[in-house]
Protein backbone atom coordinates (compact mmCIF):
# COMPACT_ATOMS: atom_id res chain seq x y z
CA UNK A 1 0.00 0.00 0.00
CA UNK A 2 1.13 3.41 -0.89
CA UNK A 3 0.01 7.16 -0.40
CA UNK A 4 0.84 9.87 -2.78
CA UNK A 5 2.45 13.01 -1.14
CA UNK A 6 2.76 12.34 2.00
CA UNK A 7 5.85 14.71 2.83
CA UNK A 8 6.46 16.96 5.75
CA UNK A 9 4.45 19.80 4.43
CA UNK A 10 1.63 17.34 4.98
CA UNK A 11 -0.68 18.45 7.66
CA UNK A 12 -0.01 16.58 10.96
CA UNK A 13 -3.55 14.84 10.63
CA UNK A 14 -2.56 12.96 7.51
CA UNK A 15 1.03 11.84 8.35
CA UNK A 16 -0.82 10.52 11.37
CA UNK A 17 -3.33 8.74 9.81
CA UNK A 18 -0.85 7.39 6.13
CA UNK A 19 1.22 5.76 9.27
CA UNK A 20 -1.88 3.73 11.12
CA UNK A 21 -3.03 3.04 7.48
CA UNK A 22 -0.05 1.46 6.63
CA UNK A 23 0.23 -0.64 9.75
CA UNK A 24 -3.42 -1.67 9.64
CA UNK A 25 -2.83 -3.07 5.99
CA UNK A 26 -0.04 -4.86 7.29
CA UNK A 27 -1.69 -6.04 10.24
CA UNK A 28 -4.64 -7.57 7.31
CA UNK A 29 -1.83 -9.50 5.22
CA UNK A 30 -2.49 -12.62 6.20
CA UNK A 31 -6.28 -12.71 6.41
CA UNK A 32 -6.12 -11.06 2.74
CA UNK A 33 -4.01 -14.01 1.32
CA UNK A 34 -6.43 -16.83 2.42
CA UNK A 35 -10.01 -17.00 0.87
CA UNK A 36 -12.76 -16.46 3.03
CA UNK A 37 -15.68 -19.15 3.75
CA UNK A 38 -19.65 -19.46 4.38
CA UNK A 39 -19.48 -17.60 7.78
CA UNK A 40 -17.75 -14.25 6.17
CA UNK A 41 -19.16 -11.01 8.08
CA UNK A 42 -19.57 -8.00 6.70
CA UNK A 43 -19.73 -1.24 4.59
CA UNK A 44 -19.59 10.24 -16.87
CA UNK A 45 -19.99 9.29 -19.97
CA UNK A 46 -21.23 6.32 -22.10
CA UNK A 47 -18.28 3.88 -22.49
CA UNK A 48 -18.00 0.38 -23.19
CA UNK A 49 -15.11 -1.56 -21.55
CA UNK A 50 -11.88 0.48 -21.41
CA UNK A 51 -9.13 0.68 -18.92
CA UNK A 52 -9.97 3.39 -16.13
CA UNK A 53 -7.14 4.77 -14.47
CA UNK A 54 -7.88 6.81 -11.59
CA UNK A 55 -10.43 9.62 -11.17
CA UNK A 56 -9.46 11.32 -14.13
CA UNK A 57 -9.34 7.79 -16.43
CA UNK A 58 -11.56 7.11 -18.58
CA UNK A 59 -15.11 4.83 -17.07
CA UNK A 60 -14.98 1.39 -17.64
CA UNK A 61 -18.64 -0.09 -17.14
CA UNK A 62 -17.80 -3.38 -18.71
CA UNK A 63 -19.60 -5.23 -22.12
CA UNK A 64 -22.30 -7.14 -22.65
CA UNK A 65 -22.08 -11.25 -22.85
CA UNK A 66 -21.68 -12.22 -26.30
CA UNK A 67 -23.62 -15.11 -26.52
CA UNK A 68 -20.71 -16.68 -28.57
CA UNK A 69 -18.52 -16.57 -25.44
CA UNK A 70 -20.40 -18.05 -22.71
CA UNK A 71 -21.93 -21.37 -22.05
CA UNK A 72 -24.68 -22.27 -20.45
CA UNK A 73 -24.92 -23.21 -16.66
CA UNK A 74 -22.95 -22.67 -13.52
CA UNK A 75 -23.13 -20.74 -10.64
CA UNK A 76 -21.64 -17.13 -9.94
CA UNK A 77 -20.29 -16.34 -6.45
CA UNK A 78 -20.22 -12.68 -5.70
CA UNK A 79 -18.97 -10.99 -2.53
CA UNK A 80 -20.61 -7.74 -1.61
CA UNK A 81 -19.22 -5.39 1.33
CA UNK A 82 -22.55 -5.27 3.31
CA UNK A 83 -25.33 -7.14 4.10
CA UNK A 84 -28.56 -5.92 2.49
CA UNK A 85 -31.19 -5.14 4.46
CA UNK A 86 -34.71 -6.23 3.76
CA UNK A 87 -35.36 -7.85 0.66
CA UNK A 88 -39.03 -5.62 0.36
CA UNK A 89 -38.71 -3.02 -2.58
CA UNK A 90 -41.38 -0.86 -0.86
CA UNK A 91 -38.69 -0.97 2.68
CA UNK A 92 -35.46 -1.25 1.67
CA UNK A 93 -33.04 1.39 2.34
CA UNK A 94 -29.95 -0.57 1.88
CA UNK A 95 -27.60 -0.48 -2.15
CA UNK A 96 -26.24 -3.62 -1.07
CA UNK A 97 -29.88 -4.56 -1.70
CA UNK A 98 -30.67 -3.12 -4.90
CA UNK A 99 -27.70 -5.33 -6.15
CA UNK A 100 -29.69 -8.39 -4.91
CA UNK A 101 -33.09 -6.93 -6.53
CA UNK A 102 -31.00 -6.18 -10.17
CA UNK A 103 -30.86 -9.99 -11.08
CA UNK A 104 -34.75 -10.98 -9.60
CA UNK A 105 -36.70 -7.41 -9.39
CA UNK A 106 -37.22 -5.59 -12.86
CA UNK A 107 -38.81 -2.56 -13.07
CA UNK A 108 -41.29 -0.18 -14.92
CA UNK A 109 -37.66 1.87 -15.92
CA UNK A 110 -33.72 1.34 -15.65
CA UNK A 111 -30.72 3.31 -16.58
CA UNK A 112 -28.24 2.87 -19.02
CA UNK A 113 -24.38 3.42 -19.22
CA UNK A 114 -25.00 6.78 -19.68
CA UNK A 115 -27.59 7.67 -16.75
CA UNK A 116 -30.41 8.08 -19.42
CA UNK A 117 -34.01 6.54 -18.56
CA UNK A 118 -34.84 2.89 -20.64
CA UNK A 119 -38.14 1.04 -20.35
CA UNK A 120 -37.56 -2.37 -18.31
CA UNK A 121 -41.22 -3.75 -17.83
CA UNK A 122 -42.60 -0.56 -19.71
CA UNK A 123 -42.55 -0.34 -23.15
CA UNK A 124 -41.87 3.18 -23.51
CA UNK A 125 -41.43 6.34 -21.74
CA UNK A 126 -44.76 7.90 -19.96
CA UNK A 127 -46.73 10.64 -21.69
CA UNK A 128 -47.58 13.18 -19.44
CA UNK A 129 -50.74 15.82 -19.76
CA UNK A 130 -50.29 19.53 -20.54
CA UNK A 131 -50.81 20.20 -16.91
CA UNK A 132 -48.40 17.39 -15.85
CA UNK A 133 -50.73 15.54 -13.68
CA UNK A 134 -51.88 12.65 -15.75
CA UNK A 135 -49.16 10.55 -16.70
CA UNK A 136 -49.25 7.51 -18.76
CA UNK A 137 -47.09 4.03 -18.79
CA UNK A 138 -47.40 1.40 -21.81
CA UNK A 139 -46.59 -2.08 -20.04
CA UNK A 140 -45.41 -5.02 -20.93
CA UNK A 141 -47.82 -8.32 -22.12
CA UNK A 142 -47.25 -11.81 -21.70
CA UNK A 143 -44.94 -11.78 -18.60
CA UNK A 144 -45.40 -13.79 -15.41
CA UNK A 145 -44.02 -13.35 -11.99
CA UNK A 146 -41.48 -16.18 -10.02
CA UNK A 147 -44.69 -17.54 -8.93
CA UNK A 148 -46.79 -17.55 -11.63
CA UNK A 149 -49.13 -14.77 -11.28
CA UNK A 150 -49.45 -12.57 -14.53
CA UNK A 151 -48.06 -9.16 -14.71
CA UNK A 152 -50.32 -6.50 -16.38
CA UNK A 153 -51.56 -2.83 -15.40
CA UNK A 154 -53.41 -4.58 -12.35
CA UNK A 155 -50.27 -5.95 -10.84
CA UNK A 156 -48.28 -2.57 -11.48
CA UNK A 157 -51.66 -0.88 -9.56
CA UNK A 158 -51.57 -3.12 -6.10
CA UNK A 159 -47.88 -2.27 -6.07
CA UNK A 160 -47.69 1.07 -6.34
CA UNK A 161 -50.44 1.75 -4.02
CA UNK A 162 -48.67 -0.72 -1.75
CA UNK A 163 -45.34 1.33 -1.94
CA UNK A 164 -47.69 4.46 -0.90
CA UNK A 165 -49.59 3.13 1.51
CA UNK A 166 -46.84 0.14 3.87
CA UNK A 167 -46.21 1.11 7.02
CA UNK A 168 -42.63 2.51 7.08
CA UNK A 169 -42.42 2.01 3.21
CA UNK A 170 -39.41 3.89 1.69
CA UNK A 171 -41.08 4.77 -1.39
CA UNK A 172 -44.02 6.64 -0.69
CA UNK A 173 -42.33 10.29 -0.52
CA UNK A 174 -40.51 9.04 -3.53
CA UNK A 175 -43.44 8.50 -5.60
CA UNK A 176 -44.68 12.19 -4.81
CA UNK A 177 -48.29 12.93 -4.42
CA UNK A 178 -50.26 10.70 -6.25
CA UNK A 179 -53.90 10.79 -5.50
CA UNK A 180 -54.63 7.89 -7.66
CA UNK A 181 -53.66 4.64 -10.08
CA UNK A 182 -55.66 3.23 -12.30
CA UNK A 183 -55.41 0.20 -15.11
CA UNK A 184 -56.61 1.82 -18.11
CA UNK A 185 -56.55 -1.73 -19.87
CA UNK A 186 -53.92 -4.94 -19.25
CA UNK A 187 -51.44 -2.92 -20.53
CA UNK A 188 -51.96 0.60 -18.88
CA UNK A 189 -51.16 2.52 -16.39
CA UNK A 190 -52.67 5.41 -15.79
CA UNK A 191 -51.30 8.19 -12.34
CA UNK A 192 -53.21 11.03 -11.63
CA UNK A 193 -50.91 13.36 -9.35
CA UNK A 194 -52.34 15.96 -7.26
CA UNK A 195 -49.67 18.66 -8.74
CA UNK A 196 -47.24 17.90 -11.06
CA UNK A 197 -44.20 15.69 -10.30
CA UNK A 198 -41.27 15.77 -12.05
CA UNK A 199 -38.99 13.64 -10.36
CA UNK A 200 -41.48 10.72 -10.95
CA UNK A 201 -40.01 9.03 -14.01
CA UNK A 202 -36.62 8.90 -12.31
CA UNK A 203 -38.51 7.58 -9.66
CA UNK A 204 -39.36 4.39 -11.29
CA UNK A 205 -36.03 3.44 -12.22
CA UNK A 206 -35.35 2.20 -8.41
CA UNK A 207 -37.39 0.57 -6.22
CA UNK A 208 -40.48 2.22 -6.45
CA UNK A 209 -40.70 0.93 -9.85
CA UNK A 210 -39.83 -2.66 -8.82
CA UNK A 211 -43.49 -4.60 -9.36
CA UNK A 212 -44.29 -7.40 -6.94
CA UNK A 213 -46.48 -10.22 -7.08
CA UNK A 214 -50.05 -9.15 -5.68
CA UNK A 215 -50.84 -12.63 -5.03
CA UNK A 216 -47.29 -13.38 -2.53
CA UNK A 217 -47.52 -9.98 -1.41
CA UNK A 218 -51.04 -10.66 -0.30
CA UNK A 219 -49.96 -14.26 1.37
CA UNK A 220 -46.72 -13.02 2.75
CA UNK A 221 -48.23 -9.58 4.19
CA UNK A 222 -45.75 -8.21 6.18
CA UNK A 223 -43.12 -10.94 5.77
CA UNK A 224 -42.65 -10.74 1.89
CA UNK A 225 -39.36 -9.32 2.48
CA UNK A 226 -38.73 -13.36 3.75
CA UNK A 227 -39.94 -14.64 0.38
CA UNK A 228 -40.19 -11.92 -2.39
CA UNK A 229 -41.74 -12.40 -5.57
CA UNK A 230 -40.98 -9.83 -8.68
CA UNK A 231 -40.54 -10.37 -12.30
CA UNK A 232 -36.74 -10.75 -13.35
CA UNK A 233 -34.04 -13.57 -15.07
CA UNK A 234 -33.57 -14.93 -10.96
CA UNK A 235 -35.72 -15.87 -8.08
CA UNK A 236 -35.70 -15.56 -4.46
CA UNK A 237 -34.25 -19.47 -2.95
CA UNK A 238 -32.73 -18.98 0.00
CA UNK A 239 -31.35 -16.26 2.63
CA UNK A 240 -28.52 -17.04 5.68
CA UNK A 241 -28.16 -14.23 7.80
CA UNK A 242 -24.88 -12.17 7.98
CA UNK A 243 -23.51 -14.81 5.43
CA UNK A 244 -25.19 -15.24 2.16
CA UNK A 245 -28.33 -14.50 -0.38
CA UNK A 246 -29.37 -17.33 -2.97
CA UNK A 247 -30.90 -16.77 -6.29
CA UNK A 248 -32.08 -19.37 -8.73
CA UNK A 249 -33.17 -19.18 -12.75
CA UNK A 250 -36.17 -18.35 -12.98
CA UNK A 251 -38.07 -20.28 -16.03
CA UNK A 252 -41.21 -18.08 -15.81
CA UNK A 253 -38.56 -15.23 -17.09
CA UNK A 254 -39.92 -13.36 -20.57
CA UNK A 255 -36.58 -13.80 -21.38
CA UNK A 256 -35.01 -16.88 -20.07
CA UNK A 257 -32.96 -17.77 -22.56
CA UNK A 258 -31.13 -14.86 -22.39
CA UNK A 259 -29.95 -16.00 -19.00
CA UNK A 260 -27.03 -18.29 -19.13
CA UNK A 261 -26.32 -18.97 -15.15
CA UNK A 262 -28.13 -20.88 -13.08
CA UNK A 263 -27.49 -20.24 -9.44
CA UNK A 264 -26.16 -16.80 -7.97
CA UNK A 265 -25.52 -16.38 -4.77
CA UNK A 266 -24.70 -13.08 -2.81
CA UNK A 267 -21.61 -13.75 -0.08
CA UNK A 268 -21.02 -11.22 2.79
CA UNK A 269 -17.06 -10.22 3.40
CA UNK A 270 -17.17 -6.68 4.63
CA UNK A 271 -13.36 -6.62 4.67
CA UNK A 272 -12.19 -5.20 1.15
CA UNK A 273 -8.86 -6.81 1.77
CA UNK A 274 -10.51 -10.50 2.34
CA UNK A 275 -12.43 -9.59 -0.87
CA UNK A 276 -9.93 -8.84 -3.25
CA UNK A 277 -7.81 -12.07 -1.86
CA UNK A 278 -10.76 -13.73 -3.24
CA UNK A 279 -11.27 -12.49 -6.39
CA UNK A 280 -7.72 -12.88 -6.95
CA UNK A 281 -7.72 -16.60 -6.18
CA UNK A 282 -11.71 -17.14 -8.00
CA UNK A 283 -13.80 -18.28 -4.90
CA UNK A 284 -15.37 -15.43 -6.05
CA UNK A 285 -15.82 -14.01 -9.35
CA UNK A 286 -17.52 -10.50 -8.66
CA UNK A 287 -16.25 -8.28 -5.76
CA UNK A 288 -17.74 -5.11 -5.11
CA UNK A 289 -16.56 -1.94 -3.60
CA UNK A 290 -12.95 -2.61 -3.88
CA UNK A 291 -10.78 -0.45 -1.50
CA UNK A 292 -8.86 2.62 -2.87
CA UNK A 293 -5.78 0.76 -1.41
CA UNK A 294 -5.98 -2.21 -3.01
CA UNK A 295 -7.23 -0.62 -7.16
CA UNK A 296 -3.10 -0.69 -7.99
CA UNK A 297 -2.64 -3.63 -7.27
CA UNK A 298 -5.55 -5.18 -8.48
CA UNK A 299 -5.32 -3.88 -12.03
CA UNK A 300 -2.13 -5.65 -12.59
CA UNK A 301 -3.80 -8.66 -12.04
CA UNK A 302 -4.11 -11.18 -15.56
CA UNK A 303 -6.92 -13.01 -13.99
CA UNK A 304 -9.27 -10.06 -13.63
CA UNK A 305 -10.25 -6.56 -14.42
CA UNK A 306 -11.36 -3.50 -12.31
CA UNK A 307 -14.65 -1.58 -13.68
CA UNK A 308 -15.01 1.53 -12.50
CA UNK A 309 -17.37 5.00 -12.60
CA UNK A 310 -17.59 7.82 -11.05
CA UNK A 311 -20.79 7.61 -8.60
CA UNK A 312 -23.77 9.88 -8.60
CA UNK A 313 -23.90 9.60 -5.19
CA UNK A 314 -21.54 10.77 -1.73
CA UNK A 315 -19.93 9.96 1.48
CA UNK A 316 -20.91 12.55 4.42
CA UNK A 317 -21.53 12.75 8.06
CA UNK A 318 -25.23 13.43 9.41
CA UNK A 319 -26.05 15.26 12.36
CA UNK A 320 -28.97 14.38 14.53
CA UNK A 321 -31.26 17.35 14.93
CA UNK A 322 -34.52 16.51 15.66
CA UNK A 323 -35.00 12.59 15.18
CA UNK A 324 -35.89 11.54 18.83
CA UNK A 325 -38.56 9.21 17.87
CA UNK A 326 -37.58 7.99 14.87
CA UNK A 327 -37.56 8.77 11.30
CA UNK A 328 -41.41 7.69 10.66
CA UNK A 329 -42.68 9.87 13.88
CA UNK A 330 -42.55 14.21 13.62
CA UNK A 331 -39.35 15.92 14.25
CA UNK A 332 -38.47 16.92 17.75
CA UNK A 333 -35.72 19.49 18.43
CA UNK A 334 -33.03 17.04 20.60
CA UNK A 335 -31.79 19.40 23.17
CA UNK A 336 -28.01 18.42 22.09
CA UNK A 337 -25.60 21.58 21.13
CA UNK A 338 -25.09 20.31 18.08
CA UNK A 339 -29.02 19.54 17.46
CA UNK A 340 -29.77 23.49 18.74
CA UNK A 341 -27.11 25.75 17.23
CA UNK A 342 -26.59 25.65 13.27
CA UNK A 343 -22.89 27.13 13.87
CA UNK A 344 -21.61 23.97 15.91
CA UNK A 345 -22.33 22.25 12.70
CA UNK A 346 -20.74 24.70 10.80
CA UNK A 347 -17.55 24.49 12.79
CA UNK A 348 -17.08 20.75 11.93
CA UNK A 349 -17.72 21.51 8.37
CA UNK A 350 -14.54 23.97 8.72
CA UNK A 351 -12.58 21.43 10.22
CA UNK A 352 -13.11 19.17 7.29
CA UNK A 353 -9.87 19.09 5.01
CA UNK A 354 -12.36 17.22 2.21
CA UNK A 355 -9.34 17.65 -0.36
CA UNK A 356 -6.96 15.89 2.24
CA UNK A 357 -8.97 12.79 2.56
CA UNK A 358 -9.66 12.13 -0.69
CA UNK A 359 -5.69 12.18 -1.08
CA UNK A 360 -4.44 10.43 1.32
CA UNK A 361 -7.40 7.58 2.39
CA UNK A 362 -8.47 7.31 -1.11
CA UNK A 363 -5.27 7.66 -3.47
CA UNK A 364 -6.84 10.60 -5.07
CA UNK A 365 -9.43 7.86 -6.69
CA UNK A 366 -12.11 9.11 -4.98
CA UNK A 367 -13.62 13.29 -5.51
CA UNK A 368 -14.12 16.04 -3.04
CA UNK A 369 -18.11 16.19 -2.88
CA UNK A 370 -19.77 19.32 -0.97
CA UNK A 371 -23.10 18.96 -2.71
CA UNK A 372 -25.79 16.04 -3.21
CA UNK A 373 -25.77 16.73 -6.71
CA UNK A 374 -23.30 15.19 -9.21
CA UNK A 375 -20.89 17.75 -11.48
CA UNK A 376 -21.74 15.45 -14.02
CA UNK A 377 -25.56 16.05 -13.55
CA UNK A 378 -27.67 18.71 -15.74
CA UNK A 379 -28.63 19.88 -13.10
CA UNK A 380 -25.10 20.84 -11.61
CA UNK A 381 -24.12 24.71 -11.51
CA UNK A 382 -21.14 26.40 -9.64
CA UNK A 383 -23.65 27.55 -7.01
CA UNK A 384 -24.61 24.16 -6.56
CA UNK A 385 -20.81 22.84 -6.00
CA UNK A 386 -19.55 25.23 -3.93
CA UNK A 387 -17.31 24.32 -1.45
CA UNK A 388 -16.82 25.50 2.48
CA UNK A 389 -13.30 26.14 2.73
CA UNK A 390 -11.31 24.00 5.36
CA UNK A 391 -10.56 26.66 8.21
CA UNK A 392 -9.74 25.16 11.86
CA UNK A 393 -9.57 28.75 13.22
CA UNK A 394 -12.93 29.54 11.78
CA UNK A 395 -14.20 25.94 13.49
CA UNK A 396 -12.89 26.99 16.96
CA UNK A 397 -14.05 30.64 16.57
CA UNK A 398 -17.82 29.35 15.49
CA UNK A 399 -17.39 26.58 19.19
CA UNK A 400 -16.23 29.99 21.18
CA UNK A 401 -19.64 31.76 19.44
CA UNK A 402 -22.10 29.03 20.34
CA UNK A 403 -20.56 29.29 24.28
CA UNK A 404 -20.16 24.89 24.27
CA UNK A 405 -16.75 23.33 25.96
CA UNK A 406 -13.68 22.81 23.88
CA UNK A 407 -12.47 20.31 22.98
CA UNK A 408 -16.53 19.39 22.02
CA UNK A 409 -17.07 15.71 22.64
CA UNK A 410 -19.54 13.94 19.85
CA UNK A 411 -19.61 10.30 19.39
CA UNK A 412 -20.31 9.30 15.69
CA UNK A 413 -21.48 5.81 14.53
CA UNK A 414 -19.68 4.19 11.46
CA UNK A 415 -19.81 0.91 10.02
CA UNK A 416 -17.53 -1.53 11.60
CA UNK A 417 -15.64 -2.23 8.09
CA UNK A 418 -11.80 -1.65 7.99
CA UNK A 419 -12.64 1.73 4.95
CA UNK A 420 -15.21 3.10 7.39
CA UNK A 421 -12.82 2.74 10.21
CA UNK A 422 -9.99 4.27 8.54
CA UNK A 423 -12.19 7.32 7.33
CA UNK A 424 -13.77 7.97 11.00
CA UNK A 425 -10.16 8.00 12.21
CA UNK A 426 -8.99 10.30 9.80
CA UNK A 427 -11.76 12.38 10.71
CA UNK A 428 -11.25 12.24 14.18
CA UNK A 429 -7.01 13.50 13.90
CA UNK A 430 -8.87 16.08 11.52
CA UNK A 431 -10.82 17.96 13.51
CA UNK A 432 -9.14 17.87 16.64
CA UNK A 433 -7.41 20.69 15.44
CA UNK A 434 -11.00 22.52 14.82
CA UNK A 435 -11.94 21.97 18.40
CA UNK A 436 -13.90 18.91 18.59
CA UNK A 437 -13.43 15.22 20.19
CA UNK A 438 -14.50 13.07 17.77
CA UNK A 439 -15.46 8.97 19.69
CA UNK A 440 -15.91 6.83 16.99
CA UNK A 441 -18.81 4.09 17.68
CA UNK A 442 -17.98 1.17 14.91
CA UNK A 443 -21.58 -0.50 14.66
CA UNK A 444 -22.21 -3.98 12.33
CA UNK A 445 -24.06 -2.36 9.17
CA UNK A 446 -27.57 -3.77 9.49
CA UNK A 447 -27.63 -2.43 13.36
CA UNK A 448 -26.53 0.91 11.74
CA UNK A 449 -29.34 1.53 9.99
CA UNK A 450 -31.66 0.56 12.54
CA UNK A 451 -30.02 3.13 14.67
CA UNK A 452 -30.46 5.70 12.54
CA UNK A 453 -33.70 4.97 11.45
CA UNK A 454 -34.40 5.30 15.68
CA UNK A 455 -32.34 8.68 16.28
CA UNK A 456 -29.88 6.24 18.34
CA UNK A 457 -26.98 8.62 17.49
CA UNK A 458 -25.53 12.04 17.60
CA UNK A 459 -23.66 11.88 14.40
CA UNK A 460 -24.03 9.32 11.24
CA UNK A 461 -21.00 8.42 8.69
CA UNK A 462 -23.07 7.39 5.47
CA UNK A 463 -23.62 7.50 1.92
CA UNK A 464 -25.82 6.91 -0.72
CA UNK A 465 -25.23 5.60 -3.89
CA UNK A 466 -27.02 8.37 -5.91
CA UNK A 467 -29.91 9.00 -8.71
CA UNK A 468 -30.22 10.52 -11.46
CA UNK A 469 -32.89 13.41 -10.32
CA UNK A 470 -31.42 15.59 -7.58
CA UNK A 471 -34.78 15.32 -5.96
CA UNK A 472 -33.89 11.51 -5.01
CA UNK A 473 -31.03 12.51 -3.61
CA UNK A 474 -31.91 15.60 -1.57
CA UNK A 475 -35.51 15.27 -0.90
CA UNK A 476 -35.76 12.19 1.08
CA UNK A 477 -32.98 13.27 3.17
CA UNK A 478 -33.47 17.24 3.99
CA UNK A 479 -37.30 17.64 2.99
CA UNK A 480 -39.41 17.51 6.07
CA UNK A 481 -41.21 13.94 6.75
CA UNK A 482 -38.61 12.59 3.97
CA UNK A 483 -38.42 8.81 4.28
CA UNK A 484 -34.92 8.83 4.69
CA UNK A 485 -34.28 11.86 6.60
CA UNK A 486 -32.81 10.87 9.79
CA UNK A 487 -31.26 13.72 10.81
CA UNK A 488 -34.92 14.94 11.94
CA UNK A 489 -34.28 18.31 9.44
CA UNK A 490 -37.08 20.76 9.14
CA UNK A 491 -36.42 23.84 7.50
CA UNK A 492 -39.35 26.18 5.50
CA UNK A 493 -37.35 27.42 3.25
CA UNK A 494 -35.58 24.03 2.31
CA UNK A 495 -38.79 22.63 1.71
CA UNK A 496 -40.12 25.76 -0.29
CA UNK A 497 -37.79 25.27 -2.98
CA UNK A 498 -37.66 21.76 -3.14
CA UNK A 499 -41.44 21.77 -3.55
CA UNK A 500 -40.85 24.31 -6.44
CA UNK A 501 -38.39 22.20 -8.05
CA UNK A 502 -40.70 19.21 -8.13
CA UNK A 503 -43.47 21.03 -10.09
CA UNK A 504 -41.50 22.35 -12.96
CA UNK A 505 -40.36 20.08 -15.81
CA UNK A 506 -37.59 23.36 -16.73
CA UNK A 507 -34.51 22.21 -16.33
CA UNK A 508 -33.40 25.92 -15.86
CA UNK A 509 -35.07 26.66 -13.43
CA UNK A 510 -34.50 23.11 -11.37
CA UNK A 511 -30.87 23.85 -11.55
CA UNK A 512 -31.36 27.57 -10.33
CA UNK A 513 -33.78 25.87 -6.81
CA UNK A 514 -30.73 23.28 -6.08
CA UNK A 515 -28.49 26.09 -6.41
CA UNK A 516 -30.68 27.66 -3.31
CA UNK A 517 -31.18 24.58 -1.89
CA UNK A 518 -27.44 23.49 -1.60
CA UNK A 519 -26.93 27.50 -0.57
CA UNK A 520 -29.35 27.05 2.60
CA UNK A 521 -27.77 23.39 3.48
CA UNK A 522 -24.50 24.93 3.67
CA UNK A 523 -25.82 27.63 6.26
CA UNK A 524 -27.64 25.08 8.24
CA UNK A 525 -25.53 22.08 7.60
CA UNK A 526 -27.99 19.05 8.97
CA UNK A 527 -25.81 16.76 6.39
CA UNK A 528 -22.12 17.73 5.77
CA UNK A 529 -20.85 16.12 2.13
CA UNK A 530 -17.68 14.84 2.12
CA UNK A 531 -16.18 13.14 -1.09
CA UNK A 532 -18.03 11.52 -4.12
CA UNK A 533 -16.85 7.80 -4.48
CA UNK A 534 -15.50 6.19 -7.37
CA UNK A 535 -17.77 2.75 -8.50
CA UNK A 536 -14.98 0.36 -8.15
CA UNK A 537 -15.44 -3.95 -8.81
CA UNK A 538 -13.53 -6.40 -9.42
CA UNK A 539 -14.72 -9.17 -11.98
CA UNK A 540 -12.82 -12.40 -12.77
CA UNK A 541 -11.86 -13.20 -16.45
CA UNK A 542 -13.70 -16.25 -16.30
CA UNK A 543 -16.80 -14.15 -16.23
CA UNK A 544 -18.39 -12.30 -19.19
CA UNK A 545 -21.51 -9.36 -19.17
CA UNK A 546 -21.08 -8.04 -15.68
CA UNK A 547 -21.59 -4.44 -16.14
CA UNK A 548 -21.58 -1.25 -13.33
CA UNK A 549 -23.20 1.87 -14.57
CA UNK A 550 -22.89 5.33 -12.68
CA UNK A 551 -25.72 4.45 -10.53
CA UNK A 552 -23.23 2.18 -8.82
CA UNK A 553 -25.75 -0.71 -9.29
CA UNK A 554 -23.59 -4.37 -9.90
CA UNK A 555 -25.07 -6.01 -12.99
CA UNK A 556 -24.84 -9.47 -13.27
CA UNK A 557 -28.09 -11.17 -14.32
CA UNK A 558 -27.16 -11.57 -17.44
CA UNK A 559 -23.51 -12.92 -17.17
CA UNK A 560 -22.22 -16.06 -18.04
CA UNK A 561 -19.16 -18.22 -17.58
CA UNK A 562 -16.15 -17.96 -20.61
CA UNK A 563 -16.33 -20.87 -22.88
Not at 114 to 136: C, E, H, N, R
Not at 256 to 272: F, M, N, Q
Request: aromatic residues 6%.
Amino acid sequence: MTFRNVSASTPAWARARALVVVLAATSLGAAACSAVGPTGNQGGGAGGSTAGSGATGADSFGSPADAGQVKQGGSLVMALSAEPDKLDPALSRSLYSRYVFNAMCEKLYDVDESAKIVPQLATALPTISTDGKTVTIPVKTGVKFADGTPFDAEAVKASLERDLTLKSSARKSELGPISEVAAKDARTVVITLSKPFAPLTAALTDRAGMIVSPTAAKQSGSNFASAPVCVGPFKFSKRVPQNSIDLEKDPNYYAADKVHLDKITYRIITDASIRAANVRSGDVLVADSLSAQDVPALKQEKSLQVLQSQSLGYQGVTFNIGNTNGVDAPPQMRSTPEAKDPRVRQALEYAIDRAGLVKVIFNDLNTVACSPISPASEFSSDAAQKCTAHDPEKSKALLKEAGVQTPFPIEMITSNNPDSLRLAQALQSMVKEGGFDLKIKPVEYASLLDQQDQGQFSLLQLGWSGRIDPDANITNFVGTGGSQNVSGFSDKQVDDLLAKARETQDVGQRRDLYAQVIDRLHQTDPLIYLYRQRNLTGVSNSLKGVQVFPDGVVRVAFAGMAK
